[in-house]
């Protein structure tokens, strides 16, 4: 626990005689000696244990990668492991593969994390080791020369020859082969169809009520719309926009309307897990001028597969769309996709949901075990909702950032 949760936990770990641990990353000295002043307040006898240590962090789309300075990092593990236990968090970095991504609640924001989950850990996101473990690695020897160490397996990625395009095709043009569409007049949100994660579009027709542009805004959606109008992109708002006045130029007396809703993640840890900013979708709804529009067509996109996708529809330019690649592998090895040029979205390897990518940075790759690889000819399948993309698709050996 941290100071405050320390003090929060008590009476009730007295009541259960539950072992109580902190969460820390620095100054062990301080936070043990916290600790040891709790257990000899009641009597207790427990071991010293911090059950996460911070080696590192995750990162938030549009920052900087955080990075923590090796040899401080080190030195201030052995200072805990000297006074107590420790168990790094994180020890081994990883992947948020597919939507699982979290968000860190600030305010009235949620700032949505990338796919990758290094964390700037002792092994990195493929699991190979990293300055930190080399370091930790020679001081824990000097200090304990008795245990028994071992040189680190170290495995190598590949950059493949690229993949290349072969079919595309609009969302809007394929969304009844992937979505069956539910009718509300009143919008409903993911939850409310057992939909957890992904996207969801909302369809209606609106008649032109006057002569002049019409206004038009949305209510309390979350977390990233687009909207369009007879096809046409008009605009695209992100939490703190959403609400903000949409003007729509009618061609006929009817116009079809497409609101298409991006779950950017949930939060997923402190004050906020069950806030209302967590339902996402339309939210109270869309307005054209003073009323409320009706009468929607709701497609639930939660993107578990990319299996039934209909590329012989056609694809237009500035739509949400599929972007479908092949490559050919005689061997397997680990890989980064390069996803430079590309707006936001995701992608799936042989049907699997690597995970989200975004320009906006900071990282611009995608992490394939090998393990989703086979040999032979293998699918990659982009849906991209900006309309960037590329005729081919490269690979690279090692991660790719972005100067923030």
Same mark, same amino acid.
């Given at each position: 626990? +941290?100071?405050?949760?320390?003090?929060?936990?008590?009476?009730? /770990?007295?009541?259960?005689?539950?072992?109580?641990?902190?969460?820390?990353?620095?100054?062990?000295?301080?936070?043990?000696?916290?600790?040891?002043?709790?257990?000899?307040?009641?009597?207790?006898?427990?071991?010293?244990?911090?059950?996460?240590?911070?080696? %590192?962090?995750?990162?938030?789309?549009?920052?900087?990668?955080?990075?923590?300075?090796?040899?401080? &990092?080190?030195? /201030?593990?052995?200072?805990?492991?000297?006074?107590?236990? @420790?168990?790094?968090?994180?020890?081994?970095?990883?992947?948020?593969?597919?939507?699982? !991504?979290?968000?860190?609640?600030?305010?009235?924001?949620?700032?949505?994390? +990338?796919?990758?989950?290094? $964390?700037?850990?002792?092994? =990195?996101?493929?699991?190979?080791?990293?300055?930190?473990?080399?370091?930790?690695?020679?001081?824990?020897?000097?200090?304990?020369?008795?245990?028994?160490?071992?040189?680190? @397996?170290?495995?190598?990625?590949?950059?493949?020859?690229?993949?290349?395009?072969?079919?595309?095709?609009?969302?809007?043009?394929?969304? =009844?082969?992937? /979505?069956?569409?539910?009718? *509300?007049?009143?919008?409903?949100?993911?939850?409310?169809?057992?939909?957890?994660?992904?996207?969801?579009? $909302?369809?209606?027709?609106?008649?032109?009520?006057?002569?002049?542009?019409?206004?038009?805004?949305?209510?309390?959606?979350?977390?990233?719309?687009?909207?369009?109008?007879? #096809?046409?992109?008009?605009?695209?708002?992100?939490?703190?926009?959403?609400?903000?006045?949409?003007?729509?130029?009618?061609?006929?007396?009817?116009?079809?309307?497409? @609101?298409?809703?991006?779950?950017?993640?949930?939060?997923?840890?402190?004050?906020?897990?069950?806030?209302?900013?967590?339902?996402? %979708?339309?939210?109270?709804?869309?307005?054209?001028?003073?009323?409320?529009? #009706? !009468?929607?067509?709701?497609?639930?996109?939660?993107?578990?597969?990319?299996?039934?996708?209909?590329? /012989?529809?056609?694809?237009?330019?500035?739509?949400?769309?599929?972007?479908?690649?092949?490559?050919?592998? *005689?061997?397997?090895?680990?890989?980064?996709?390069?996803?430079?040029?590309?707006?936001?979205?995701?992608?799936?390897?042989?049907? +699997? !949901?690597?995970?989200?990518?975004?320009?906006?940075?900071?990282?611009?790759?995608?992490?394939?075990?090998? %393990?989703?690889?086979?040999? %032979?000819?293998?699918?990659?399948?982009?849906?991209?909702?900006?309309?960037?993309?590329?005729?081919? &698709?490269?690979?690279?050996?090692?991660?790719?950032?972005?100067?923030?």
């Amino acid at each position: 626990m +941290v100071h405050g949760e320390l003090v929060c936990v008590q009476v009730h /770990s007295l009541l259960i005689d539950i072992l109580v641990t902190e969460n820390f990353g620095s100054r062990a000295n301080e936070n043990f000696q916290m600790m040891q002043a709790f257990f000899d307040e009641y009597g207790k006898t427990w071991p010293l244990m911090c059950m996460e240590f911070w080696d %590192g962090w995750f990162n938030r789309w549009g920052d900087e990668v955080i990075r923590r300075e090796p040899e401080e &990092l080190a030195q /201030s593990v052995m200072d805990c492991i000297e006074l107590g236990s @420790i168990n790094p968090y994180m020890f081994h970095g990883g992947t948020n593969f597919g939507f699982m !991504n979290g968000c860190s609640a600030r305010c009235q924001i949620d700032l949505s994390q +990338v796919t990758s989950y290094d $964390y700037d850990a002792i092994l =990195d996101e493929a699991g190979n080791p990293t300055q930190k473990f080399y370091i930790l690695q020679k001081l824990m020897m000097e200090r304990y020369p008795e245990l028994d160490y071992a040189e680190p @397996i170290v495995k190598k990625a590949k950059a493949f020859e690229p993949a290349e395009l072969v079919n595309r095709v609009s969302l809007f043009e394929t969304i =009844d082969a992937i /979505s069956e569409y539910h009718h *509300s007049f009143y919008p409903k949100n993911m939850e409310q169809f057992d939909q957890s994660t992904g996207y969801i579009l $909302y369809k209606t027709e609106l008649e032109q009520d006057k002569e002049e542009v019409e206004r038009f805004r949305v209510i309390d959606g979350r977390d990233w719309i687009h909207v369009f109008a007879d #096809g046409c992109k008009v605009t695209t708002q992100y939490q703190t926009e959403i609400g903000e006045d949409i003007t729509l130029d009618f061609k006929s007396k009817q116009l079809d309307l497409a @609101i298409f809703v991006e779950n950017r993640g949930r939060v997923n840890y402190g004050h906020k897990l069950t806030a209302p900013t967590q339902s996402k %979708g339309l939210g109270r709804g869309a307005m054209a001028d003073l009323h409320f529009i #009706g !009468n929607w067509k709701i497609y639930p996109l939660p993107l578990e597969s990319v299996s039934a996708l209909d590329y /012989s529809k056609t694809w237009q330019e500035n739509q949400p769309a599929f972007y479908r690649y092949t490559c050919n592998l *005689s061997d397997l090895s680990d890989t980064y996709i390069d996803m430079t040029g590309f707006g936001k979205g995701v992608e799936f390897v042989n049907n +699997v !949901n690597i995970g989200r990518f975004w320009e906006k940075g900071p990282i611009l790759y995608l992490y394939i075990p090998k %393990g989703y690889l086979k040999k %032979g000819e293998n699918e990659i399948v982009v849906f991209e909702t900006e309309g960037k993309y590329r005729e081919r &698709l490269p690979f690279s050996q090692e991660p790719i950032y972005k100067e923030i």
